[in-house]
């Protein structure tokens, strides 16, 4: 796991550290020494922590004139012990709400577990965006299937095309336009 980075290739397009209205901003990074693990297993020291020992996350591209941001994630989604959505929702999504952000593209193929809880955070995060949406983009199968079988995709949009989506030879805003235009016909079916 410690040779899994976040992807890097939009940093000529944006970085969080260095965006003052990012939860991260004046974040410094170590290229030697690694930290940061998911159980016992070191992680790239470029990830970021949100105070969960299983989860950590990556925000990789916010579009604030457009109203969007693609954040990836690595580790094991637990909510049943370390409630990493309330974690996620009041430490990360509720500042970039704050910002006007009310669309989310989350990479999730480095998401290995999830194990759920209730749903209230789900449900608190779609009712703070108005008309905006989530997205869970390439989900392993087993991951996808522990989500849908406790209803989270009731408020994140996930499965089918977006399981299928390599989103790495997209630049950030045709991402977001694919993406938008999934959700666009998963909304008038």
Same mark, same amino acid.
């Given at each position: 796991?410690?040779?899994v980075e976040p992807f890097f290739h939009w940093r000529n397009l944006y970085i969080s550290s260095e965006d003052d209205a990012s939860p991260f901003f004046g974040q410094e990074?170590?290229?030697f020494f690694f930290d940061n *693990?998911?159980?016992n297993h070191l992680i790239h020291p470029q990830w970021d922590s949100m105070d969960s020992?299983?989860?950590f996350l990556k925000i990789i591209y916010v579009d604030y004139d457009s109203s969007f941001a693609i954040i990836e994630f690595i580790g094991e989604w637990n909510d049943a012990i370390e409630n990493d959505i309330m974690t996620? *929702?009041?430490d990360i999504i509720d500042e970039m709400i704050k910002m006007g952000i009310t669309k989310y593209i989350l990479i999730g193929e480095n998401v290995l577990n999830f194990h759920s809880s209730d749903d209230c955070y789900y449900e608190?995060?779609?009712d703070d965006i108005d008309d905006g949406w989530i997205s869970f983009v390439n989900l392993h199968p087993h991951v996808r299937t522990e989500?849908?079988?406790v209803g989270i995709d009731q408020y994140i949009i996930l499965g089918g095309e977006m399981d299928e989506i390599d989103w790495r030879t997209y630049l950030p805003k045709q991402l977001f336009d694919y993406i938008e235009q999934i959700v666009e016909k998963r909304f008038t079916i």
């Open positions: 796991m410690h040779a990074y170590s290229e *693990k998911v159980y020992p299983t989860l996620l *929702k009041r608190e995060w779609m989500m849908e079988e």
